[in-house]
C-alpha cells in the first residue's frame, strides 16, 4: 500500500497536471497574437502578484536572501529555460503532440535520479528507458516529412524540467514551496520582459487575449504549488507516473478545442512512452519492496556453544 505521503504527492501531482494542461491550452490560443515574450510577462505578473498575496497571509515570506541560495537560483534558471521552450513549441505544433513528447518527462526523471542521486538503476529500467525515448522518436518522426524542427523545443522542454524537479528535491525543507513559487514566477516575469523586445516587441492586448492570460496565471499557480509539495512529499519513483494525467486533457483539449486530428504515429508513441514509464516504476517499486523485507529479517543467529560442543 501507498504510504500517506506518496498518496498526497500523487494527488497534489494529478492537481498539477490539470492545471498546467488547462494553463497550456490558453496559452496556446493567444499564441497566434501575443509573442511569447509578451505571454510570459503579463501571465508571469499577474501570478507574481498573486503569489505574494498568498504567501503574505500565509507567512510565509522569508527575506531575499533565503531564495538566492544556489539550489533555488539553479532550479529557477531551469524552469525559465522550461518555460521559454515550452510555449515556444505551443504556439508551432499541435497541442496533442506536444502533451505526447512530454510524457517522457518520468523517464527523464528516473534517468536524472540514477545518474546525479545515484538512485539504483537496474537493466530492465535501463531499457525500459530506451524503449520510451524510442518512442519519442516515433512522434518526432525523424525523416524529411515528418519531422517540425520545433518539436526540438519540446525535448529541450523535457530536459529543463526534469532538471527542475530533480534539483527541487534536494532544496532544505525549511523554504516554504510559496517562497520558492514565488520567487519563480518573479524571475520568470523579469525575463520575459526584457526579451519583449528582441522577440516581437508589445501588441495590443485585448479582451480575447487578456482573460485567458488571467485564468492561465491562476492555473499556473495552482500548478507551481502542486508540483513543488508533489516532489517534496512523495518519493519521485511513485509521484512521477502521475503526470501521465496530462495526457488524457492534452488529447481532449487538442481534439474539441483546437480541432486536432492525431495521427497513428502520436498514439503509438505514446503508448510505448506510457507502458515503458509503468514498467520502469514498477521495477523500482518491487526493488524497493524487497528492500525492505530484506531489512526487515531477523538476523541469523551464530552457533551457540555447550558444554557438549566443547567436550
Known amino acids: 500500500m501507498a504510504s500517506p505521503e506518496n498518496t498526497r504527492g ?3 501531482m494529478s492537481l498539477a497536471m490539470a492545471s498546467f494542461t488547462f494553463n497550456d491550452a490558453l496559452v496556446k490560443s493567444v499564441t497566434s497574437s501575443l509573442s511569447v515574450a509578451q ?14 498575496f498568498v504567501a503574505r497571509r500565509l507567512g510565509a515570506l522569508r527575506r531575499i536572501a533565503v531564495v538566492f541560495q544556489p539550489l533555488i537560483l ?3 534558471f531551469f524552469e525559465i529555460g522550461a518555460t521559454l521552450t515550452f510555449i515556444s513549441a505551443l504556439g508551432q505544433i499541435d497541442f496533442a503532440n506536444v502533451t505526447s513528447i512530454m510524457q517522457s518527462l518520468p523517464l527523464a526523471v528516473t534517468l536524472g535520479a540514477a545518474i546525479f542521486l545515484k538512485e539504483p538503476v537496474g537493466w530492465r529500467r535501463w531499457a525500459a528507458i530506451l524503449v520510451g525515448f524510442f518512442g519519442v522518436l516515433i512522434i518526432l518522426r525523424p525523416t524529411a516529412d515528418g519531422f517540425a524542427s520545433a518539436s526540438l523545443l519540446v525535448v529541450a522542454a523535457v530536459f529543463f ?8 528535491r534536494r532544496i532544505v525543507a525549511d523554504v516554504p514551496s510559496l517562497t520558492i513559487t514565488l520567487f519563480t514566477a518573479a524571475a520568470n516575469t523579469i525575463v520575459g520582459g526584457f526579451l519583449i523586445v528582441p522577440m516581437g516587441g508589445w501588441q495590443p492586448m485585448t479582451w480575447e487575449n487578456f482573460l ?8 499556473v499557480f495552482s500548478g507551481y504549488q502542486a508540483v513543488i509539495m508533489a516532489m517534496r512529499t512523495g518519493e519521485i519513483s511513485f509521484v512521477a507516473p502521475f503526470r501521465y494525467t496530462s495526457l488524457i486533457w492534452g488529447l481532449v483539449l487538442g481534439i474539441l478545442f483546437f480541432g486536432e486530428r492525431p495521427d497513428a504515429f502520436v498514439y503509438v508513441g505514446a503508448a510505448i512512452i506510457i507502458v515503458s514509464g509503468l514498467y520502469s516504476f514498477y521495477r523500482e517499486g518491487k526493488r524497493r519492496r524487497e528492500a525492505m523485507a530484506r531489512s526487515q529479517q531477523p538476523l541469523p543467529q551464530g552457533p551457540t556453544m555447550s558444554m557438549k560442543d566443547g567436550s
Open 10 to 12: 500523487a494527488l497534489y
Open 39 to 52: 505571454i510570459i510577462t503579463v501571465r508571469g505578473v499577474m501570478t507574481t502578484v498573486l503569489v505574494y
Open 74 to 76: 539553479l532550479r529557477t
Open 161 to 168: 524540467t526534469s532538471s527542475r524537479d530533480l534539483v527541487t
Open 212 to 219: 485567458p492570460l488571467v485564468i492561465a496565471a491562476l492555473l
